[in-house]
């Protein structure tokens, strides 16, 4: 059975996505690319993945002096889970109403209108082999 990882708070979540889009990364370096778009202390970011290791999203390598740290989550996995999350939360499981809501907000481009119209021909075949 596997173990239910906690839900990322936001600035977890941000230091997953240069963890995901870097890869394996100091605290240093994870600070320094977090105050690329905001000042954020040193320090703030070593408790913050010090919790994640505690919490099971990230590993720490302790090798070195120096402790470089992983991403212990998939960003696939981490994205399904909070979106099936949000789905459920904001727009009571549904789906469709969220799509919704999405495409009746945003201006979207024929580039994007043809990858929708190409997903939902790619789930109408998955249905019918299903049938």
Request: proline share 5%; glycine share 4%.
């Given at each position: 059975?596997?173990?239910?990882?906690?839900?990322?708070?936001?600035?977890?979540?941000?230091?997953?996505?240069?963890l995901w889009?870097?890869?394996?990364?100091?605290?240093?370096?994870?600070?320094?690319k977090l105050n690329e778009e905001r000042e954020v202390g040193y320090t703030t970011t070593l408790k913050l993945?010090?919790?994640?290791?505690?919490?099971?999203?990230?590993?720490?390598?302790?090798a070195s002096r120096t402790h470089v740290y992983t991403?212990?989550?998939?960003?696939s996995d981490t994205q399904q889970r909070l979106l099936q999350?949000?789905?459920?939360?904001?727009?009571?499981?549904?789906?469709?109403k969220m799509v919704m809501q999405a495409l009746g907000?945003?201006?979207?481009s024929q580039e994007e209108l043809e990858e929708i119209k190409a997903l939902i021909e790619k789930m109408e075949d998955q249905q019918g082999k299903k049938s």
């Open positions: 059975m596997r173990k239910k990882l906690p839900r990322p708070t936001e600035a977890e979540l941000e230091i997953l996505q240069i889009s870097a890869g394996p990364s100091t605290v240093r370096e994870v600070n320094d993945m010090q919790i994640m290791a505690e919490k099971g999203l990230a590993k720490r390598d302790t991403a212990a989550v998939e960003e999350n949000f789905v459920d939360m904001t727009f009571k499981g549904s789906a469709m907000n945003h201006k979207a």
